[in-house]
């Protein structure tokens, strides 16, 4: 059995899946004051006796490194640069960072020493938690190496490094990743070791595993090396919950509706589409994957304000809707009134809109387009960013980049009403699964663990190097690609070993392949390559509607 969990802006949400079926659900209030009684109050509602025992392995999806960041409740953070020459990165970064001198050249060669003496002035700021990251580090992490030695003895106890959240080329995503996960670590921390004494005193011994923004799980221990990689595991949970339950056959556009918020994704060939450039966190750009999505603050519990004779809906949340015992009328309202849903009482509903002046029908169905306008427009942008994105692959100039949708699917508590009046304006047909409502926590629950990491060869100068795993190593002889593809695979294995994830395919995701030349002679092969545990859901999942 496989328990999920989603932590929502409005609502958490278990289930527990069985034979690929859900036979039990629970939604319980968020209390963002404390998520682990949110959790702990979903968990105990889907445990039946005999239970705890039988499950195989629990994933949680999580707002908790989303809500510090976005809250800016972050532990302060000590950020050290090697930026080398011919870059300006002034306000690149969350935070001032200490600039320390030194260089490595795009080949990996380092030709000016960092200068660890000019930590001495910052040794004031210098706190438990830091990160160190240089540019080219990806292809000779040891001045970084040196930097983390160096800070420790000044008394941090965790160190994180560009270099080794991601082996990817761009050092300014890479610092602020790094940075990132150093602001969260301690919240992130404590977090999982309360999550794991809840699952203990429950006498649930299976493995935990977080929700990752791009789709894939991590053990929980592996999480705490890289904890900024649980941001956006929302909208992630999301779109696993539409792969489980319901892939779309056609170019699809998903939107999950909550109390809170609604998160738009794209979809192509039965897949979501990912994002071709990192997470943006707090407006900068990092090296987190992500699925090519947005959020935005219009859900069903939305606050509606009157603006002239229009409305506007959201981004506040102005609690449960008139309906179902809420104090004042919200989205969810208008709906239930313009006849777009059933549920609660409709007279308070009706009662509730009309406090904002006029006819109740007619200011209902005005709050109802100014919601679906919004959304509307949100799409629009999404779209015009997409076929803005440059050109990788021949396949892409022949087809271009342009994402045409044919079809809308919902889940998520408010999908009814919002989705479907969102189909009339679109003039696009609408599927709402069943298992709408709990569609999260079944994305969480079938997450396949994913482990990625990076290889970069350079024959010439007889080295490869696995940044994530911080060695650099002398070439094999006769060395090639497929002794490289073979490397970076066996190592992804053996970390899946470490970390106890069940052996998945390996899969290339990414690779270059360049000669290097020096006169008129090639004289060598530089090769890059990407690979990955194969991504991607479990099993699929039947769910019925149940009350819950």
């Known amino acids: 059995m496989l328990l999920g969990i989603d932590v929502g802006g409005t609502f958490t949400d278990a289930v527990i899946i069985k034979d690929e079926m859900v036979i039990e659900q629970a939604k319980v209030a968020t209390d963002h004051k404390n998520v682990l009684k949110s959790i702990i109050e979903a968990l105990d509602r889907v445990l039946f006796k005999g239970a705890a025992g039988d499950l195989e392995r629990v994933a949680i999806s999580s707002t908790i490194v989303t809500n510090a960041l976005t809250e800016n409740k972050l532990e302060p953070v000590f950020l050290a640069v090697i930026t080398g020459p011919g870059m300006n990165v002034e306000d690149k970064f969350p935070v001032k960072p200490c600039y320390l001198s030194g260089c490595v050249d795009h080949r990996g060669k380092i030709t000016a020493s960092v200068k660890l003496e000019e930590l001495q002035e910052w040794k004031d700021t210098i706190g438990n938690v830091c990160a160190v990251s240089g540019k080219f580090a990806v292809r000779d992490p040891e001045q970084e190496y040196k930097v983390e030695r160096e800070l420790k003895s000044y008394g941090s106890s965790k160190v994180f490094l560009g270099s080794e959240l991601s082996g990817e080329l761009n050092f300014i995503r890479r610092t602020n990743s790094a940075y990132f996960a150093a602001a969260v670590y301690k919240i992130f921390s404590d977090f999982c070791q309360k999550v794991k004494q809840a699952l203990a005193d429950r006498y649930i011994n299976a493995p935990v595993y977080i929700l990752k923004a791009d789709g894939g799980t991590l053990p929980l221990e592996a999480a705490l090396e890289q904890p ?24 699809s556009i998903s939107l999950d509706v909550g109390g809170t918020t609604t998160d738009i994704a794209f979809w192509e060939g039965g897949l979501p589409l990912m994002a071709k450039k990192g997470a ?10 992500s699925f090519h999505m947005r959020s935005i603050g219009i859900g069903g519990d939305s606050k509606i304000t009157k603006d002239g004779d229009g409305y506007r809906v959201g981004p506040k949340r102005e609690g449960p809707a008139a309906a179902v015992g809420g104090s004042a009328p919200t989205l969810s309202d208008a709906f239930i009134v313009g006849g777009y849903v059933e549920f609660g009482d409709k007279n308070k509903a009706l009662d509730a809109i009309a406090t904002l002046g006029g006819n109740p029908e007619t200011e209902a169905e005005k709050i109802v387009q100014a919601a679906v306008s919004k959304i509307t427009a949100t799409i629009e942008e999404m779209l015009i960013t997409w076929a803005k994105q440059p050109v990788y692959t021949v396949n892409d100039v022949i087809r271009g980049t342009e994402f045409v949708p044919k079809q809308l699917t919902g889940v998520g508590g408010g999908s009814m009403g919002l989705v479907n009046a969102l189909g009339v304006e679109m003039g696009l047909p609408v599927e709402i699964p069943m298992g709408a409502m709990v569609a999260n926590a079944i994305g969480a629950a079938v997450a ?40 970076l695979s066996e190592w992804l294995k053996g970390q899946a070993e470490k970390w106890k994830i069940p052996q998945e395919e390996t899969e290339l995701i990414s690779r270059e392949h360049f000669r290097t030349v020096h006169g008129y002679y090639d004289i060598g092969d530089i090769y890059s390559l990407r690979m990955q545990l194969k991504p991607g859901i479990l099993h699929k999942v039947s769910c019925g509607e149940v009350k819950i």
Request: proline residues 8%; neutral net charge.
């Open 280 to 289: 943006v966190i707090n407006g900068y750009s990092t090296a987190v994957h």
């Open 448 to 487: 396949r663990p994913t482990l990625s990491a990076e290889l970069r060869a350079d024959t010439t100068e007889g080295y490869y190097l696995i940044p994530e795993s911080g060695k650099r190593q002398p070439l094999p002889k006769k060395f090639n690609e497929v002794m490289a593809r073979n490397l």
């Open 228 to 251: 900024v990689e649980a941001v956006f595991t929302g909208p992630a949970a999301s779109v696993l919950g539409i792969e489980a339950l319901a892939a779309p056959g056609v170019n």
